[in-house]
């Protein structure tokens, strides 16, 4: 029997073998300089990815040294014990001077006082915010209204001067520094002293304990100046100020005897800005002494304002602002000319700071 025939394309009966029929990929070969061509390329690209990655490093490092803040140098302590030694806190003077970066490293004596007037400046705005709270929650409480009242307007004033102070210092005006923060610190004490009569909560108790730390550092900023006034640059010579409880008693003209010896008298020839009189009449401008007082200039320099107070009892209150500088009162003699506001604090509502007949801010 014949075998069957298998299809042409599956015929085992060609010479060439099956796997020889297919074709093989063609193969191009590179020339030996696209191959080192390539091989730069490659190598410039990592080293540029090398060079961002170090550079960010390098970066981030800098930015974060930068940003770290540096810590201030330790506060002299050998110059500031010294100059503490003039108070009559020492230890609390220390302490309070002590903060890094608040006296600068070998410090001038000057330089020491400015910051002791610096940290009593600080103090002095936190206890002024102190006082704005107790007024705010002293709704229906006069007297505590009133207190909290006076110490926010005397407390302004101790700013004032502590400033007018730390000026003085800086342009070596010293016994002006000493006037200064001299006030500075009776405003403050003032202010203390009322809140004892009104210390029934808490707010009002502890507001009394941080002004005691205030005048405590008014006082330091104040012993500095007198003893720097008295001794010079010469710290180790600072000795704490002596009072009128050891005898003492500070020399304030050239001379220590009567009024007219220390060359102190009412000044002559003063002419009138303005007059007063009582009905008005004429030739005079006003009725009221307070209503001269009120046309006054504001800070006039060293130019004094004169009013003339003709014969009359005037009853009234009369208050010269802060800032009225040199106003100058000229009646027409002891018992002729009189003022009389009859305010006491015996009656409700009154303290003693407000019952003045002539007050003058200073």
């Not at 107790?134 to 709704?139: C, F, G, P, Q, T």
């Not at 108790?205 to 003893?227: E, H, Q, Y």
């Not at 001794?231 to 050239?254: C, L, M, N, Q, Y």
């Amino acid at each position: 029997m014949d075998s069957p025939k298998l299809p042409h394309s599956l015929s085992t009966s060609s010479s060439t073998p099956l796997a020889s029929s297919a074709v093989k990929p063609h193969r191009k070969n590179l020339p030996p300089r696209a191959y080192i061509l390539i091989i730069i390329a490659v190598s410039a690209i990592l080293l540029l990815l090398l060079t961002l990655i170090l550079y960010a490093n390098v970066s981030k490092s800098s930015h974060n040294r930068h940003n770290t803040p540096q810590q201030p140098p330790p506060p002299p302590t050998a110059q500031i014990r010294l100059a503490c030694n003039a108070t009559r806190f020492p230890d609390h003077c220390f302490s309070s001077l002590s903060k890094p970066g608040l006296v600068p490293q070998d410090p001038k004596p000057v330089q020491i006082i400015h910051s002791a007037i610096s940290v009593s400046y600080e103090s002095l705005k936190s206890g002024q915010s102190q006082i704005k709270s107790i007024l705010d929650s002293s709704a229906g409480d006069k007297n505590r209204t009133n207190i909290a009242t006076i110490c926010l307007e005397i407390l302004s004033y101790s700013q004032h001067r502590t400033e007018s102070s730390d000026v003085a210092v800086t342009s070596g005006g010293i016994k002006d520094a000493r006037a200064w923060m001299s006030a500075a610190l009776a405003y403050q004490y003032d202010c203390w002293s009322g809140l004892k009569t009104v210390n029934d909560t808490k707010q009002v108790v502890d507001t009394i304990t941080f002004l005691d730390d205030l005048v405590k550092l008014t006082g330091t900023a104040l012993s500095m100046m007198v003893s720097f006034d008295n001794f010079g640059d010469d710290v180790v010579s600072w000795i704490h100020p002596a009072t009128e409880r050891d005898g003492f008693w500070e020399k304030t003209g050239p001379s220590s005897g009567p009024v007219k010896e220390a060359g102190l008298s009412f000044p002559s020839g003063l002419k009138e800005d303005v007059t007063v009189c009582k009905d008005g009449g004429k030739g005079c401008g006003y009725k009221t002494v307070q209503e001269a007082v009120d046309a006054a200039p504001g800070s006039n320099g060293d130019v004094k304002f004169v009013i003339g107070i003709r014969e009359g009892v005037y009853e009234e209150t009369v208050r010269v602002p802060f800032e009225k500088k040199n106003v100058v009162f000229i009646g027409d003699g002891m018992g002729k000319t009189v003022i009389t506001g009859s305010l006491n604090v015996g009656q409700p509502g009154m303290t003693t700071y407000n019952s003045a007949t002539v007050g003058e801010l200073i």
